[in-house]
């Protein structure tokens, strides 16, 4: 009998805060990245944080990006590994209630545990063995000689690809299975299992979940919103 899954993204999903974001800022705090690219950066985080146009994050994050992969080639394994262990030893106990019980809740019922992510995978393995995951996929980034090379395996674009993978593997069944995710990246993977949900989603997901019916979970505070779709629109479950 084949088995249920539940595939989670992590960053913003099960995770208060991105760990690929805050691994950047440390590699600058540790001046493993140029400071001025930090400076710059900074002034983009604050352009989020004070939601000055709808693409402030898309922006802070593609600079977080470019920052971290114009210099990879500059770090050494084993010092990425040790930003990594800073911000997860500071902020890997900071999970989204909904989706943390959700996760062991399914655990306990017998469902396989998926992490897709968008973030490498040492970090992604290291946040999700407190919850009993049982397959962590991040991006995986080339080495040679200790150091990073810039070359990298991409999850974050093609989560339902490495999931259809994993699925064959694993002898899983997409009846009845969950999938979790925020943005727009996650849809395709969303789209593969019976009960997907959209959580917290960013305004592209949104548009897709209410498109095609989809669960929506809003966390806020101390407060969880849980709205099913119910003869053309949603309501409050």
Do not use: C
Request: net charge neutral; proline share 2%.
């Amino acid at each position: 009998m084949k088995r249920k899954f539940a595939a989670f993204d992590i960053d913003g999903t099960l995770g208060r805060t991105s760990i690929f974001l805050q691994v950047v800022h440390e590699l600058i705090n540790m001046g493993l990245l140029p400071q001025n690219a930090g400076l710059e950066l900074g002034e983009k985080l604050k352009e989020y944080k004070q939601r000055k146009h709808p693409l402030a994050f898309s922006e802070y994050s593609q600079m977080s990006v470019d920052i971290l992969f114009n210099n990879i080639h500059k770090i050494k394994v084993d010092d990425y590994r040790k930003a990594v262990d800073k911000v997860l030893n500071d902020t890997s106990t900071h999970l989204y209630s909904y989706t943390r019980d959700l996760a062991l809740k399914l655990k306990a019922e017998g469902y396989f545990l998926i992490a897709l992510s968008g973030s490498e995978q040492y970090s992604v393995e290291k946040f999700t063995k407190q919850l009993g995951f049982d397959l962590s996929i991040g991006e995986t980034y080339h080495q040679t000689n200790g150091y990073m090379t810039g070359q990298i395996e991409e999850v974050f674009n093609n989560k339902d690809v490495f999931l259809k993978k994993y699925v064959a593997e694993h002898d899983l069944t997409y009846k009845n299975s969950y999938a979790i995710g925020d943005s727009k990246a996650d849809a395709k993977m969303l789209e593969l299992v019976d009960n997907p949900i959209a959580f917290n989603p960013e305004d592209r997901l949104y548009k897709i979940a209410k498109d095609n019916g989809w669960k929506i979970v809003v966390e806020r505070k101390n407060v969880i919103f849980e709205l099913e779709h119910k003869n053309g629109t949603y309501i409050l479950a």
